[in-house]
């Protein structure tokens, strides 16, 4: 069947069903979401033998270990997939929400009530659990979703879809809400990118590359985050145990991930101090540190860091290290090289902690905490369906309410303007 | 010169004023607001000089009485622009506002700190005076400008940012923060869509052709409103005189405005007292009604409306009037036909109320209200910039707040993440 064709058929059986959706009560889709982690575990060996077949194809195009393992529908996936869909159930519902309501002079009475955005697109690679968790947060916030998994999980992502569409049709839902792309070329990517009639949103997940492929061939508007350049600032005159514990989290906690921390800047101040612990440190946990010249003089038998470190997210046991002059020059150096994402500053000076978070407009700023909680879940969002590092719409991890608008709504009593 | 390389200069510099207007104090934002609106008073001369500069070409080029009037620069506009600047220097500031913070388990206090968006791109038709009042806004929400009116407004809006910039000089503020585009091209439009890396948000203003081309061209994303087809629906058992009033108001207080109604849906059950009466109002006012068979059974001497008018923004003293048989047609005729601009339902009914503002997902849902309400300035948000009616980022009237987003900010004491 042709591509394009169908791409949009799908699309406009989405946008139907959204409308659906949109009206349906918290308590049914909430059912819905459970029935839906029910379907999950009941269907076990069905979505576990689809996902072999995955595998064995994976195993023959000579994929890594790595990424076989992401690929992998194990036991604990499909756990954490339905328990997942529970979390996002056991969620408040950002739809219908209004946050505050304010009188006018003339006794109108106007607020902002929370409605869906219609339909989201996700373009994600790799992991098969990310159809699960995306089409959960989808529907709870009253969106149509188009799934389009990477080609190397397909026959997981259709068994995936084949479940919960069992799920919904015990519900007042319509199963087609959720759809998966049911092709693996990147042509279906492409048509997906010109239903701007019938998608509202695009979010892409995955590498720089198809980041930019998306938004080069979106007309619809994209969420999107190219790669996470954090930094951790260590003041003069901050905790020394507490700064250490920090770039350590930061960094290695799990460095594979765009919270994780990619440069260290250090006021010259504590640099003596500190920076020969915080070397041991990470030495012992074998990271690799490209340095300043200055750092390099307290600390012998680091790699020379060139310019295009400060500007590369490692997502690996990497860091780069830069001593700095002041507090100017740390925010300098963020503005210049970092990618909007998260920064925190180790420091136990008051003002500097607040210019800190009012100088430095990345999506998420701290003070004396880790980057790995730039996170929807530890934010206290619920889940993440995506981060953002650009302003429009929505800036920083999105969760539900991200995937909402508010229109206005107005009480009155026969008001007319004068 | 070449237009493209300056317009990227003129985007660049203006990139580089707006980083430091977001970290401008409000106090000194509101002192460069009024310097520019008293330069715009004492300098009334020269602007008006400018403008007869436009409108002798206007005329020679023949444009309409009704385009040459929103082109001059009377000396009640020059005042209503100072006037408009002023009060924008008394709104609160957006910037640094945090609305609630709130704590996690682990005691990391998380909040969301409104920022500016960075560069906003604003592309309008003739009327010179938004040219102060978008600078005024962007200025007061802590972003760069850059502005492109319409070709025939070329010298007054020259000598507006003439104005301006004199008075910013006379402040720390960068003149650059405002620019205006100095080419008449249309070239010069597709040149600034194209600067993604300096300008975060496009807002076209003017007529359904100009913004369907920005839509078209833009790399950057656009804040959109193609039409508004808004609708007052009667419903049985609605007051009677309240809803002639209503419809009055939203029909003739200012026809030639998105928010004015188009269509009048008419419940069956409250058609045969209410509809002879409203047409009676309407016909005397000069209104042209286009109705449904039903209403022409009712009401002698009507046009007939075809399908087309039910999508038609007549921006007019023209009106289509249709009754339908109950809430729920309602509702759908406003789903397949509306422009989700505003729409409005004059009810006693309590439930129906209720309903009308949950189920109706339009940028504007009003009870018992005039549509000519949807204003920013009406609905409270001070001035507006525009109106969008697509989902992302805002909807409806777009104020101070709509030019900002949020980053997250989070106060530790040492958290790592387990």
Chains 1, 2 share one sequence.
Not at 16 to 33: D, F, I, M, Q, Y
Request: contains cysteine; glycine residues 8%; hydrophobic residues 45%.
């Amino acid at each position: 069947m042709n591509i394009e064709k169908k791409i949009k058929e799908l699309a406009v059986q989405v946008k139907a069903a959204s409308r659906v959706l949109a009206g349906t009560p918290t308590l049914e889709k909430n059912s819905a979401l459970r029935a839906m982690a029910a379907g999950l575990r009941q269907r076990r060996g069905f979505l576990q033998e689809q996902n072999q077949l995955d595998l064995a194809q994976g195993r023959a195009a000579g994929l890594s270990a790595a990424m076989l393992d992401r690929l992998t529908l194990s036991d604990k996936v499909i756990e954490a997939m339905a328990t997942g869909l529970e979390e996002v159930a056991a969620f408040p519902d950002p739809v219908g929400e209004v946050e505050r309501m304010w009188r006018r002079p003339n006794q109108l009475l106007v607020g902002k009530m929370r409605i869906p955005l219609g339909v989201v697109g996700m373009i994600y690679e790799s992991r098969p659990n990310v159809t699960a968790d995306a089409a959960g947060l989808c529907l709870k916030s009253g969106n149509g979703v188009i799934l389009r998994g990477g080609s190397e999980a397909f026959h997981s992502n259709m068994a995936v879809l084949e479940v919960l569409h069992e799920a919904l049709a015990t519900t007042s839902i319509p199963a087609s809400v959720i759809q998966v792309v049911p092709f693996v070329e990147r042509q279906a990517i492409t048509c997906m990118l010109q239903c701007e009639a019938e998608i509202d949103l695009i979010i892409p997940r995955g590498g720089e590359g198809l980041i930019r492929f998306v938004v080069e061939n979106s007309r619809i508007p994209v969420i999107k985050h190219y790669k996470g350049v954090c930094h951790v600032f260590v003041d003069a005159g901050a905790e020394i145990e507490m700064a250490r514990n920090i770039v350590i989290n930061a960094k290695t906690q799990r460095p594979g991930v765009c919270n994780a921390a990619e440069t260290i800047l250090v006021h010259k101040d504590i640099a003596a101090s500190f920076l020969p612990l915080m070397v041991d440190d990470l030495k012992a946990r074998q990271v690799e540190i490209r340095a300043c010249a200055r750092t390099q003089a307290l600390c012998s038998g680091l790699v020379p860091a060139d310019e295009a470190d400060w500007a590369t997210e490692y997502i690996d046991l990497i860091v780069s290290v830069r001593v700095v002059d002041d507090f100017d020059a740390a925010i300098a150096h963020i503005a210049e090289y970092g990618s909007d994402h998260t920064e925190t500053i180790v420091t136990s000076d008051y003002h500097r902690a607040q210019e800190f978070l009012r100088r430095v407009n990345s999506s998420v700023v701290m003070v004396n905490a880790s980057t790995r909680f730039s996170d929807g879940g530890e934010l206290g969002l619920g889940a993440e369906i995506g981060i953002s590092t650009t302003r429009l719409h929505a800036y920083g991890p999105m969760g539900l309410e991200g995937l909402t608008t508010t229109k206005y709504i107005i009480y009155g009593d026969g008001q007319i303007r004068e």
